[in-house]
């Protein structure tokens, strides 16, 4: 059996979704198929860990209220509607309940759909309550993530149903509508699954405004409403907790002087995280953002117009993903739209503080760098506070767990133990928030931490070694004898290595490269932090060198270049940005053959059999099941020949053995021939009925003579 990469369940017949997810898996790299549930069983495959849900790499489950709820609203009778609704509440809660069983149980990202109604039996009331209370039972929520649209590849409204196929066999929608779905519910799950970068930075001149400033001025350059667009996504961006950066070859007063000029822009300096406006290479620029920021290079995206830069960039800074905008502000602001790096699904409150946290960093190191070490912990006030876990918890610990590399003793992500601590830290420049987790559980005369690991942003101050005093209390107080961390060497954990060579525990190796590294109870509550020589250096200019080094040819840093993930996001961004567009990309990755002396009607058919079924056909004398034609393929072929040609073909014509492409090719026209007479037919009769009885009684004398 192939791997399953996708698993799809629908309250609807959602087959026609498939070609469109199996190209998205191809264009994106992934190995594995799709499989879907069988129709109309939603609640147990979510609830059997043996469907194809429960066996897949991620799940799709998409739904109609008029599907989950018999009857529909009654006008008027407001008691009625009401309790329409209030059945409609019920059912989303059971279905939330479903999705986080299955999510949790199958340790796999879901993607719910929250599918328009019927335009005929279907009600926007209950499709509304039905898409709003599942969208905030599941706000923030990293496994399970709810679509309300095809956004942004929705089509014109009068491509979205498709009242044929959705009468003959519940296929309610078009072949435009479901190649939208599966692109949003794709792009979504990717979002899930693909760690996202961290900071955006720009280019000034043809990216934020048109126009040189140096060359024109700050009253010269233009700032219309297509580059407007561009600015606003980066408020967007800013507001989800990416650090926004600025890396233009420019004199800094003339940006800064752009800003004040425009007030009205919706990203400020006050915005902006840091900034390199000069005029050295932007791979160094964008090197030396790194080192500031303190983050690795694999977290930055970095846009810009020119291509020159770009390929300067890339050849520089291999790790940075750097995509080069298209030149017009219209274009530039449609490719942002359609960039999917630039997606977040859960945003927590310490993504919307990052920005302020960083600005507040950059004070601590101004403050640091007037004093010693050993001085500056000593005016910081540093207030570190450590609490169970609560349900307000939840999202910003999955996130510790998911991002947190550099101090994360055992490269932990999943989180399995009885107890859970969350660490607060502030000092007397600002809030750090929520940046540090233990996860612990109790074994014999053991606290064992299974998952020990702090933000970046709070290393080297001690606050690790108030977690592990606070740890070695908690142990005391509970009549345990030890104290055990769990540890696993990965590429980027060296800081978490440091910490524990400094500490008197005594190693107890587990599985396969992995130790527990175990202290006496008393030893780890009496842990204290004492700033030494070390970390005089890391806070010094050496703490920069990781991020430096290699820019001459000599020894390049060991970071990963941009996840391979992102190889199509330029022809995504620019080409696959639409239904028609998807739809034109997928006919060009099947093309059909063409056959001497074959009609126009004979081609049209090949081709959409081509796309329909599991071998194309090769000439006209091909049959439509010998093909691996079934019952659901006929009627979305019956739905494409209502569409192209205006007939609709009936059942005893199709279901036979002999149903070839020249044979189904004739039946149209000879339909198409059929309605013709009749339409010729009743326009004689509508003419007929606007003579008077002399006019008609002069077209027979005329006819007689």
Known sequence: MNKIGLGVAATFTAEPLGDALRFWLTELGVEGEVAFAPYDQVFPSL???????????????????????AGDLVAGDLAAEQDRLDEVEAVAIDLAAALRTSARASGTPHVLVVCPPSPEHGSPEAHARLASSLARAFEGDRAVSVLTSAEPYEPAPEAVHDAFADRTGNVPYTDRYFAALAAAAARRLHAMTTPRPKVVAVDCDG????????????????????????????ARQVAAGRLLCLCS???????????????????GLDDVAAMRVGWEAKSQSLRSLAAELDLGLDSFVFLDDSPVECAEVRAGCPEVLTLRLPAGAAEAAAFLRHCWPLDLTAVTEADRERTRRYQEER????????????????????????????????????????????????????????????????????????????????????????????????????????????LGALARERGLARVALAFRATE????????????????????????????????????????????????????????????????????????????????????????????????AARPVAEVAGASPVEATVMRMWAELLDVAPASVSDGFFQLGGHSLRLVQFMARVRAEFGVELPFDTLYT?????????????????????????????????????????????????
Not at 47 to 69: H, I, M, P, Q, T
Not at 658 to 685: C, H, N
């Open 492 to 587: 980027r954990n060296q800081p978490a290595r440091d910490f524990l060579a400094a500490l008197p525990a005594t190693v107890e190796p587990y599985g396969e490269e992995a130790a527990w590294y175990v202290l006496d109870a008393g030893a780890a509550a009496a842990v204290v932090h004492a700033p030494g020589p070390a970390e005089e250096r890391a806070a010094g200019p050496a703490r920069t060198t990781a991020q430096t080094t290699g820019t001459t040819g000599t020894t390049r840093i060991a970071e990963p270049a941009a996840p391979a993930g992102w190889a199509a996001v330029e022809r995504i961004a620019t080409r696959l940005t639409g239904a028609d567009a998807i739809l034109d990309a997928m006919r």
């Open 363 to 470: 004070q601590r190191e101004q403050a640091r760098d007037e004093m010693s070490l050993a001085d500056f912990f000593a005016t910081l006030d540093l207030r570190v506070t450590i609490t169970p876990a609560g349900p307000e918890h939840e999202a910003r610990s999955a996130q510790l767990a998911e991002r947190t590399n550099q101090f994360n003793l055992s490269g932990a992500r999943r989180l399995d133990g009885d107890e859970r601590f969350v660490v607060d830290v502030r000092d007397r420049f600002g809030d750090y928030g929520v940046v540090g987790l233990t996860d612990v559980r109790t074994e014999g005369d053991t606290l064992r931490a299974g998952a020990f690991l702090l933000s970046c942003r709070a290393l080297g101050r001690g606050v690790e070694h108030r977690m592990l005093a606070h």
């Open 657 to 705: 053995t002999s149903f070839t492409v020249a044979e189904v090719a004739k039946a149209i026209e000879e339909r198409q021939l059929a309605d013709t007479d009749d339409e010729e037919l009743a326009g004689l009769l509508d003419e007929l009925a606007g003579l008077s009885d002399e006019e008609i009684d002069a077209l027979l004398d005329s006819g007689n003579g």
């Open 207 to 234: 990216t934020l405004w048109d126009g040189v400033v140096g060359e024109d001025g700050p009253d010269g350059v233009v700032i219309g409403p297509e580059r407007m667009e561009i600015w606003r996504e980066l």
């Open 249 to 267: 070859k420019n004199e800094e007063k003339d940006v800064r002087e752009v800003f004040a000029r425009h007030p009205e822009l919706p990203v």
């Open 47 to 69: 609830l059997d860990s043996g469907s194809v849900l429960g066996r897949a790499g991620a799940a799709v489950v998409l739904v109609r209220a008029e599907d989950l709820v």
